[in-house]
T-cell receptor, first 113, second 113 residues
Framework: AQSVTQLGSHVSVSEGALVLLRCNYSSSVPPYLFWYVQYPNQGLQLLLKYTSAATLVKGINGFEAEFKKSETSFHLTKPSAHMSDAAEYFCALGEGSNYKLTFGKGTLLTVNP | SQTIHQWPATLVQPVGSPLSLECTVEGTSNPNLYWYRQAAGRGLQLLFYSVGIGQISSEVPQNLSASRPQDRQFILSSKKLLLSDSGFYLC????????????FGEGSWLTVV
């Protein structure tokens, strides 16, 4: 069965520091992987998507994620955090013929001045 | 370009009253449609999805139902609300199958009192 695990329900960083949000997945077939961001009281917005074309995926707002098959991971990073990055981040997994995505439980990112 | 609208944005309803949340998608045909719920501390829960008119799949047993009267319209309903129905409801859409991106609406806050 497919699953997504986000390590750390809450991550706190200082402005200008590296952001690292962790995501591990379990899938029996080649996965599609996504990162979404949710600002307070809003819907989810797609940050980036992995579809096997390249293992390093660049997204919006300076975020990127690297697919590592050997580690079954898809961690999200940003070199320098900005106050506007404070939000909840969700990792999601899609598979082959499945219409649905499996979401992780989310990681709340706090950015301190 | 494609857009998704859901309404109302905020709703306060007494226990035992009915519910109707509506969602429409513009700019695409035959989308897959989804209803998700976010309750405090419980992440993102898929309630229903639909791959075509009249085709509704329910993910969890609950007090809610969904209907798709038109190709790009998805409605979430309840005959009698429970306190536990409170939460943030998100409509979403995608096209095709297998790892396609799911796009979310802005969400509807439901408080059952």
């Amino acid at each position: 069965a497919q699953s997504v695990t986000q390590l750390g329900s809450h991550v706190s960083v200082s402005e200008g520091a590296l952001v690292l949000l962790r995501c591990n997945y379990s899938s029996s077939v080649p996965p599609y992987l996504f990162w979404y961001v949710q600002y307070p009281n809003q819907g989810l917005q797609l940050l980036l998507k992995y579809t096997s074309a390249a293992t390093l995926v660049k997204g919006i707002n300076g975020f990127e994620a690297e697919f590592k098959k050997s580690e079954t991971s898809f961690h999200l990073t940003k070199p320098s955090a900005h106050m506007s990055d404070a939000a909840e981040y969700f990792c999601a997994l899609g598979e082959g013929s499945n219409y649905k995505l499996t979401f992780g439980k989310g990681t709340l990112l706090t950015v301190n001045p | 370009s494609q857009t998704i609208h859901q309404w109302p944005a905020t709703l306060v309803q007494p226990v035992g009253s009915p519910l109707s949340l509506e969602c429409t998608v513009e700019g695409t045909s035959n989308p897959n449609l989804y209803w998700y719920r976010q309750a405090a501390g419980r992440g993102l829960q898929l309630l229903f999805y639909s791959v075509g008119i009249g085709q509704i799949s329910s993910e969890v047993p609950q007090n809610l139902s969904a209907s798709r009267p038109q190709d790009r319209q998805f409605i979430l309903s309840s005959k009698k609300l429970l306190l536990s129905d409170s939460g943030f409801y998100l409509c979403a859409w995608s096209t095709g199958q297998g790892g396609n991106t799911i796009y979310f609406g802005e969400g509807s806050w439901l408080t059952v009192v």
